[in-house]
């Protein structure tokens, strides 16, 4: 198969889009670049890296405090990419959408905010086994702090959740369930509507860690239900430094300032300060304006692709990976929900991942290798680590050819 045969599955013209990324165009290793990281970061089209070029030309000004005209063209920009979120994630208000540097913030901003002032001694977190360092560090710091306990889902052999371990997890003392979209290093999608349901029905908060979710499916977080959904602009094909937090309006008026100093205030004497309303109750300080406005530019450009193609190419390309993963005995696939993102986990024979990374990098393929931030996941899985190929709409079968050669050395160099 080859890229025009794609073109023909699809209403995708893949040569079209691929000129829309300009660092697709560029050689490594005097090798045309095959890029196969976008569980990491997603690479930017020309619309987004013009946005931020125009911010910094033309708008750029510090925002909500100025009657100049500059301040207020930037003020605009900047809710209407606020406005751009809320509409992609079909929040109910705008003033859901906080503003943070990334997932990893919104997850901590939860920890430290909502956390802070609802998790006592005694009470319980409920996580999983799947989870990136993000989704669990910022829980074990607030447990060690409040003398709460933290626990963890386990999976199945298939990489899935233990969605009856897990409903039998969901005790009295459970106060928050924190749980992942879609695992970055097995790709397995959860049910994340369905875990809702359970934890709601038992007065437990969720949040969710939307990291890798939104560049593959369409969110919708009134239909998840959940109370909050944390998300990066990079993971999205926008920039990075930039994310944000959707909260549920009741849960965030309740919840207390997380960071203090400008912006988030209303009133301050030195005796009393009043805070601001929502969403800048959140957002103290200087924001990252030219990046979010980028990140609204990346979140139009893939819905002018639109969501269930993007969803059906890379599934498609998925399919193709697997067979070919699967026609080569010395591979094993790590992680095979059957609900799955499009990305593999694998490893060759006994060859240490970093290993064949290294091997694969030298024919200009960008794979990640080792414990992707999930190393509890990898320690229960008895593995030092996996290679991970996570694709992309603008990824090809031909990409994924190179990559079946570059096993072949890998092979042929440590076996
Ligand atoms: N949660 C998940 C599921 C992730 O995959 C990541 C980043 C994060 C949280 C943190 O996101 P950040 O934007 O705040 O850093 N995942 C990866 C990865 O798989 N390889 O590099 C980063």
């Not at 000004?61 to 005209?69: D, M």
């Not at 503003?99 to 005694?122: D, F, K, M, P």
């Not at 601001?276 to 030219?290: H, I, R, W, Y």
């Not at 393929?365 to 992309?392: E, K, N, W, Y």
Request: with cysteine; charged share 20%; hydrophobic share 40%.
């Amino acid at each position: 198969m080859n890229t025009k045969q794609d073109i023909a599955t699809l209403n995708m013209d893949i040569d079209k889009i691929r000129s829309e990324f300009p660092i697709l165009g560029r050689s490594v290793h005097n090798k045309p670049l095959v890029y196969f990281d976008n569980a990491a970061t997603t690479q930017k089209p020309q619309v987004v890296i013009d946005a931020l070029v125009d911010y910094y030309t033309n708008l750029n000004s510090n925002v909500h405090r100025g009657v100049h005209f500059l301040s207020q063209q930037a003020t605009t920009a900047f809710e209407e990419a606020r406005e751009k979120i809320r509409k992609f994630l079909n929040a109910r208000y705008n003033y859901e959408i906080i503003y943070t540097r990334g997932c990893t913030e919104s997850i901590n901003l939860v920890a430290g905010s909502w956390g802070r002032a609802n998790i006592h001694a005694g009470d319980e977190i409920l996580i999983t086994a799947l989870e990136h360092h993000s989704n669990i560090v910022p829980w074990q710091m607030l447990c060690e702090e409040k003398g709460a306990k933290l626990k963890v889902c386990p999976i199945l052999e298939d990489g899935s959740l233990d969605m009856a371990a897990l409903s039998q997890m969901l005790t009295t003392a459970v106060r928050l369930v924190a749980v992942t979209h879609i695992s970055n290093t097995l790709g397995t999608i959860n049910p994340v509507k369905e875990i809702t349901r359970m934890a709601h029905e038992k007065g437990i908060v969720v949040l969710i860690d939307g990291a890798q979710a939104l560049s593959h499916m369409k969110v919708d977080v009134q239909d998840i239900g959940c109370d909050f959904y944390a998300f990066s602009g990079h993971k999205v094909y926008g920039p990075m430094g930039i994310g944000g937090l959707y909260g549920r309006e009741e849960v965030l008026n309740a919840m207390p300032p997380y960071q203090g100093g400008g912006e988030m205030i209303r009133s301050v004497t030195f005796e009393k300060t009043i805070y601001n309303e929502l969403p800048f109750k959140f957002e103290a300080g200087t924001p990252n304006v030219g990046d979010a406005i980028g990140f609204g530019v990346a979140l139009d450009y893939i819905s002018n692709i639109g969501l269930d193609q993007i969803a059906a190419r890379e599934h498609e390309l998925l399919a193709y990976a697997t067979e070919r993963f699967k026609g080569d005995p010395l591979i094993r696939i790590i992680g095979n929900a059957p609900e799955k993102a499009s990305l593999i986990s694998f490893m060759i024979d006994k060859i240490h991942p970093y290993d064949a990374g290294t091997i694969i990098d030298q024919f200009g393929i960008a794979v990640r290798t080792g414990t992707h931030c999930t190393q509890p996941l990898m320690d229960s899985l008895g593995i030092p680590g996996t290679i991970r190929a996570s694709f992309a709409f603008y990824n090809t079968r031909e990409e994924i050819d190179k990559l079946m050669e570059a096993i072949s050395k890998v092979e042929e160099l440590f076996l």
